[in-house]
């Protein structure tokens, strides 16, 4: 798929809203590094739905590896809390039922700063770098 | 005759690997930098082997590499429970170096310490997913707990099926609220404590007893 070209000297906030489907096939790290070059190009990337747990352990390792000083300081990443509802048992996990996803914001850790966070609402400040 | 008995004996080894009552349970100690982990991790290891763990700072990222400490036997009610401790480095998604400038570091011991920073987080992402059998997630009570990395490190925690129990630190201190914290997690324990004073230290190792033993 054909990538949209953004002005050089554009002088804005880039977000890249991901589908599920978008999302849907990847492999774990196709998925990280979909969202990491998102993230170290500036932008704030938001998931449609978002990463299972295995795969966000994963994102901690591969940003840890690619933080640089002076360069890429890390990434700041939001989704909604767990609830007690979204609990699912074992068994709904070994029959490979993952848990429901949520929505997902993640952007560079010097860009965005998260105001407020509660089971049904994510505030963030966004600014430009 | 011979491949019999190697295949008996391979048999017997991995049954008893799997079965074995004797081998103690690795305990990571998790949560944020600053939680305050390595404090803990002293205070168990000083109180069941005389010996520490690891040095304590206010420093965030002071602990860079997992440090396990073996064979700790905590005695409760007449038995001794043997657990590893896995001290590990708190989790964040992102390190600064020009953080730790505020600490009156040079800049080059700064990036150092941002570097091994980083590769301590990974180290202690890959010690959660492959080598603990437990997890005490330490908090620190003075600070919202509705973070980003606790969220997804107790989910993390929770889809591998392993035992949690959290802590509430710092409990000495005048901001501190516990209920705050049970407030966040009300699916798990959560027990008070200040491990630099030690206080409610007794309940925590009844606690190890219970979910680790």
Redesign the interface.
Known sequence: MAEAKLPEDEDGVKIDLISAERMDGKTTMEKIRTILDGVRDNKIVILEAGL???E???L??V???E?S?DEF???????Y??S?AD?SS?LG?LMGKE?TKKLTVIGP??QIE?LH??ETLISALVSRK | MGLLTGLKDSISRAASTLFSEEDPKRIGIYGPPNAGKTTLANRIARDWTGDAVGPESHVPHETRRARRKENVEIERDGGTVTIDIVDTPGVTTKVDYTEFLEHDMEKDDAVRRSREATEGVAEAMHWLREDVDGVVYVLDSTEDPFTQVNTMLIGIIESQDLPVLILANKIDLEDSSVQRIRNAFPQHETTELSALEGDNMDEVYDQIAEYFG
């Open positions: 299972t747990p295995d966000e352990s994963r901690i390792e940003t840890m590896a933080i000083p300081t890390g990434l700041e990443i939001e989704t809390p767990k007690q609990d074992l996990r848990e850790a010097n998260t966070k509660d």
